[in-house]
């Protein structure tokens, strides 16, 4: 799997972030086994709130282009171990929200 940029970042109040967080530390995706087996690929959209101090808050599946085989799943194990230089507003750091395209391919 492969995490792509994350293409959005608001914050808690949902503005605009001047200065949207960088992922420090990633964690591939763990493929599930059924997917494999069958030769399946995906893309999981999931909404992450980055707390100011870098770490992942809460995940939730936004999208997800194969569903039912265990995708949704492996994305958020994933993404709440990122762990990210904070989004900054005005020079503070802030929480805040964005989406990760997390892809999954054989």
Do not use: K
Request: negative net charge; aromatic residues 12%.
């Amino acid at each position: 799997g492969d995490l792509a940029e994350a293409y959005s970042a608001v914050d808690s109040d949902y503005r605009v972030v001047s200065d949207p967080p960088r992922a420090v530390y990633t964690v591939p995706p763990r493929f599930p086994a059924n997917a494999e087996m069958y030769a399946r690929e995906a893309t999981v959209w999931v909404n992450v709130l980055i707390l100011p101090d870098g770490t992942v808050g809460e995940a939730y599946v936004a999208e997800s282009s194969n569903e039912g085989v265990g995708f949704e799943r492996a994305a958020l194990e994933a993404a709440m171990l990122h762990s990210y230089a904070a989004a900054r507003h005005d020079g503070q750091y802030v929480a805040c929200w964005t989406t990760l395209p997390i892809e999954f391919r054989l």
